[in-house]
């Protein structure tokens, strides 16, 4: 199963990787990088355990992204259920690393990987999320037209909040940047 994928590092991923070291975010980065490798993985086991397989994983600036032609044949709820093992992986693990040891820094990169994946926003695990369990209710075209609203909804609700933090606070500059880089993404998805 593993043997055949084959791993591809995009240009912007060691990048971001040295801006936030850079930045100073050395020290939560390491346990961010294995939450974001047990993300994967989640996805990867339900996608093995459905009968997909997995071509390529593309290492991205802001996360990555799984290669397996096939599971356009799923059925909606199998394909839900892949979509949503990756944030399901984050928060079980977030609670067990909280509980059996205290690790609060690698519970917390995980609890926060994990919602921010099920964000309703295009591109991210909730988007994808949404987009299924409408066109699971109705059909695909309702389904595009209501997931499109929602993840300019949720984009514009965060970059608010970014806007507040940075004027109410100076910090958050990071989020901001997040959020716009968001946007700006997709933008360039829409076109």
Known sequence: MWKSIKL???PGFPLLVVLAVLAGAGPVLPPLLVAALCHELGHLLALHWFGVPV???VLLPLGALLVAPEQER???GRELGAVLAGPAANLLLSVLFARLSADYVFAGANFLLGLYNLLPIQGLDGGRALY?????LTEPFTAQRWSRLASW????VLVGLATALVVRTGGGW???????????????VAK
């Open 132 to 136: 299924l369990l409408i066109a699971w």
């Open 174 to 188: 990071f989020f901001l940047l997040g959020a716009l880089g968001m946007v700006f993404s997709q933008i360039r």
């Open 74 to 76: 799923l059925s909606y």
């Open 153 to 156: 909804t949720a984009l514009a």
């Open 8 to 10: 591809r590092v995009s």
């Open 55 to 57: 071509r390529e994983v």
